[in-house]
């Protein structure tokens, strides 16, 4: 047996609004993020988590808050969510994470003769050559 579906529209189809989106629509990806964005994005935070009066101890949704403002401040739009700030700092982050490792790698072998812009270069050398 056939099952039938009924459509109960609300307003007739002359009348609806084609402009709003429907909740069947999904939203795309954002647009990408330029390289003076991320810079401004890591600028932000290190000025939210250097913060000599709340230091460490600051809660999620205060601390992201600051962290957007100041990236508001810093970039002059607000092209970009909270939510999307967070999630590029989480890839910012990855990436930190993976050099930190590698300079540590670099450093761990003293060499004669260098100084510390040295193994600076070095570990971006070899962070660049492995990602």
Do not use: C
Request: hydrophobic fraction near 35%; avoid cysteine; glycine fraction near 6%.
């Amino acid at each position: 047996m056939e099952k039938l579906s009924v459509d109960l529209q609300l307003q007739p189809p002359h009348m609806t609004n084609t402009s709003e989106p429907t909740p069947s629509k999904k939203l795309g990806r954002g647009k990408a993020w330029k390289d003076d964005e991320s810079v401004n994005l890591a600028r932000s935070v290190g000025m939210t988590g250097f913060d000599s009066i709340h230091g460490a101890d600051q809660k999620a949704a205060p601390y992201w808050s600051k962290i957007y403002v100041a990236f508001v401040e810093l970039s002059g739009s607000t092209d970009r969510t909270e939510k999307a700030i967070r999630n590029q700092w989480g890839k910012i982050q990855a990436q930190i994470n993976l050099f930190i490792g590698v300079h540590a790698t670099i450093v761990a072998v003293e060499r004669s003769g260098w100084v510390p812009d040295d193994y600076i270069n070095a570990s971006l050398d070899l962070y660049k050559r492995m990602h």
